[in-house]
Structures are given as structure tokens and as C-alpha cells.
């Protein structure tokens, strides 16, 4: 949109407005920072708030689809047809009108981006959303610069429809998550089922993120094949018109084809990636202890290196699994390997977060022996000189709570 009132402002001689454009840009740029920033430091670790959060995102997304599909085969003149009547004004009013435009067009999408940016990263590693944030602002950069050059045409009717697909997938994605997210906080009736079909979905971000590439890349295949089908015209043109069209066709098959293969490319990275990951992340060995009396006897030397560490012990004819990890400020996390929601399905550890097998729902570390969502059911524990100890009668108590 800010390239529309670029070309609209050279095309029309008035290239002396452009600073007022770059200055309503800035504005809604520091604006949505300093959004970022409140949202930043508004910490939100309920699983129901984080709910909300994601459902309002995925509800944001949605009109956003709605709007580029009503809008899009009148953007182009809507805009050009704004910016005309601030620049009939005289001296500053002109660029007054034409930087709050903008700036009003920028924040919204900013404001947008920002809780969009912030429901993902409540589901996903904050690096990888960072990255994906920065590349995908070096393409719209990209994308907008050429644009004003006149070096890519972009049809924007075609275009939205194409990112509406697209878009449709991470809305799909962001409600999805929210509805698990209310689910573990229970503030909607919530099974086990429920959480074992809607947690992998929700927790597996390469899957969507393959989906959308290679969404992408059928997208740009079927442009490729229709501006490949397009021949031109043979009548009404002369030769160096001709020569002229045919150049361009070339020039957008270039354009496609390089996206085309960048996202075959990255998929096939993903891929790799995927299987690595698949095998790195297999649940750790459960370990046999003895049962001394009404106490399971632990090393700490054996349980001191902050990963998951499972356990299993044999109370009659009963088999009880339980886990143990050490926490960032020193502390012992002990509990059962279940929960209230998800039953006896257990745990694995994937980096700092120890991961629900059931609905891969992630428990961060230091709640661990806390109540609520898909936390373990916590287990009292204490050391005594050089091992961990726990109640056997304990973890009695906290496996008839799970089948109950």
C-alpha cells in the first residue's frame, strides 16, 4: 500500500511529498513497537489468557482475509484516489493529510502484526518466530521496492486471493491452539481425546509451515503455467511492442521459477530437519529403582543435570512411574509421569521444556509439582544428604487421583 502512494506520487510529479509519506510510516512503525514492547512486558502464563490471546489473533487474521477480498479490485484507485484529494491542498496541509494517511494505514497492519506475533510466540520457540519475522519483513521490503520501480507487477486481485489461502492456514492454526490452550485451563470442557487430537496439531509447526510453502508454491506453479500459456498479441502491435510483452513474460517466469525453487528448497530443509528432530526427541529410558520400605531412594548425582529423568518402581502389583528434573534455581521437580488431563501418557523433554506425549502440550520447567493445565501431578520430595527421597505413599495417593 505505502509503494501504491509512492508510484502514485512520482508518477504525478509531487515527489516533494514523498518525505511525508516515509514520516506516517515511522510513526506507525514506533507506535506498533511501542505495543510490542506493553505486550512484552504484560506477562501472560495462565493457559486461559493465552487462550484468548490466540482466538483474538485468529479472529484478527480472518477480517483481515475478509477485508483483502472486498477491497482488492479497488485498492489500487481507493488509494491513488485519497492521495489526490491531500495533495490538491496547499503547503503543509498536504503533507499533514498524506502522513496521517499512511500512518494510519501502517499502524493498523502494525497493531495487528504485533498481537499476531505475540499469540504465536506464546506456541512457539521465540528465535524461530524472530527469524520468520525478519525475513518475512525483508520480502515485503523487497516486494515493495520493486514495486515502485516497476520491476514487479503484481496483480493484487490474483495476489490476495492467493495470500488469503495462505492466511486461511495460519488462522486455522492460531484457533486451533487457542481452543487447546482453553481447554488445558479448563475453561471449556475439555478430554482426553479432545487434547490428544487438537495438541499435535497445534504443536507441530513444521507441519503448517510445510503446508503454507508448499501452499505457496502451487500458487506461484499455477501463475507460472498461465503466464507461460500467455502468448502476444499479434494484431494491433508492432514488433518492439511485442518484443517488449515477451520480455516481461520471461521476466515473471524468472520470478516465479526463483520463488518456485526457494520453496522447494526450504521444504526439503524442513524435511531434513523434521526427521532429526523425530529422532532426537524420543522419550528418555525409564529407570527401575528399588522400593526401600515406604521410600524410593534416588542418587542426586544421577538426576543433577537438568534433564528429564523418568523412574519406575514396583509397589505390589503395581507399576508407578514417576519423574524427576532439576530446576533453573536449584530446586527439585518430582512428580507422577501423568496428569489429570491427559491420564498416564507421560512426558519427554524437547530443549528447555518438557513436552505432554499426549496433546504435546509444553510445561515449562519451573512449574513442574505445580497444579493446573497438563502440569504432572506433583509429588512431595527432599533430599537427605546425597539422595532425593520420595513417599511411595505419595505417589499412591497422586496415581489414584489420575484413575479416578
Not at 60 to 77: D, P
Not at 119 to 147: H, K, M, P, R
Request: charged share 15%; net charge neutral.
Amino acid at each position: 500500500m505505502v509503494g501504491i502512494v509512492l508510484v502514485y506520487l512520482n508518477r504525478t510529479g509531487r515527489s516533494s511529498l514523498v518525505r511525508f509519506v516515509w514520516v506516517g510510516v515511522g510513526l506507525a512503525a514506533t507506535l506498533s513497537l511501542a505495543v510490542a514492547l506493553a505486550l512484552e512486558h504484560w506477562q501472560i502464563n495462565q493457559e486461559g489468557f493465552e487462550g484468548v490471546m490466540l482466538l483474538s489473533a485468529s479472529v484478527f487474521v480472518v477480517t483481515m482475509i475478509v477485508w483483502m477480498n472486498r477491497v482488492a479490485r479497488t485498492l489500487r484507485r481507493s488509494i491513488e484516489h485519497r492521495v489526490e484529494s491531500f495533495t490538491q491542498r496547499t503547503g503543509m496541509a498536504a503533507g499533514l493529510g498524506i502522513s496521517t494517511f499512511v500512518f494510519l494505514m501502517v499502524v493498523r497492519e502494525g497493531a495487528e502484526l504485533v498481537l499476531i506475533l505475540r499469540a504465536v510466540e506464546l506456541s512457539s520457540a521465540g528465535l524461530a518466530v524472530w527469524i520468520g519475522t525478519g525475513l518475512g519483513l525483508a520480502v515485503a521490503i523487497a516486494v515493495g521496492l520493486f514495486f515502485f520501480e516497476g520491476t514487479l507487477k503484481i496483480p493484487l486481485g490474483r495476489f490476495f486471493a492467493a495470500t488469503s489461502i495462505i492466511l486461511m492456514v495460519v488462522a486455522a492454526q492460531l484457533a486451533l491452539t487457542g481452543l487447546h490452550e482453553l481447554s488445558e485451563a479448563m475453561w471449556i470442557p475439555s478430554s482426553k481425546r479432545e487434547m490428544a487430537l487438537l495438541g499435535p496439531i497445534m504443536r507441530n509447526d513444521v507441519f503448517f509451515f510445510a503446508v503454507i510453502l508448499g501452499l505457496s508454491f502451487l500458487l506461484v506453479l499455477r501463475e507460472w503455467l498461465a503466464v507461460t500459456r500467455q502468448q502476444p498479441p499479434e494484431q494491433e502491435t508492432g514488433d518492439a511492442e511485442r518484443r517488449r510483452l515477451a520480455w516481461e513474460q520471461r521476466k515473471q517466469r524468472r520470478w516465479m521459477f526463483a520463488a518456485a525453487s526457494l520453496f522447494v528448497a526450504v521444504l526439503l530443509a524442513l524435511a531434513a530437519d523434521f526427521v532429526y528432530a523425530r529422532a532426537a526427541a524420543a522419550p528418555p529410558e525409564v529407570q527401575a529403582v528399588s522400593a526401600q520400605g515406604n521410600q524410593a531412594r534416588i542418587p542426586v548425582s544421577s538426576v543433577n543435570d537438568g534433564n528429564l529423568h523418568l523412574f519406575s518402581v514396583e509397589l505390589d502389583t503395581t507399576s508407578l512411574r514417576f519423574l524427576v528434573i532439576r530446576k533453573p534455581d536449584g530446586s527439585w521437580g518430582t512428580a507422577l509421569d501423568a496428569c489429570m488431563i491427559c491420564g498416564p501418557e507421560g512426558y519427554s523433554q524437547d530443549g528447555q521444556n518438557v513436552i505432554c506425549r499426549n496433546c504435546s502440550a509444553a510445561i515449562y520447567v519451573p512449574s513442574i509439582g505445580q497444579g493446573g493445565g497438563c502440569n504432572p501431578i506433583g509429588v512431595p520430595s527432599r533430599v537427605e544428604g546425597t539422595e532425593l527421597v520420595l513417599d511411595l505413599s505419595a505417589l499412591t495417593d497422586a496415581a489414584r487421583s489420575v484413575s479416578r
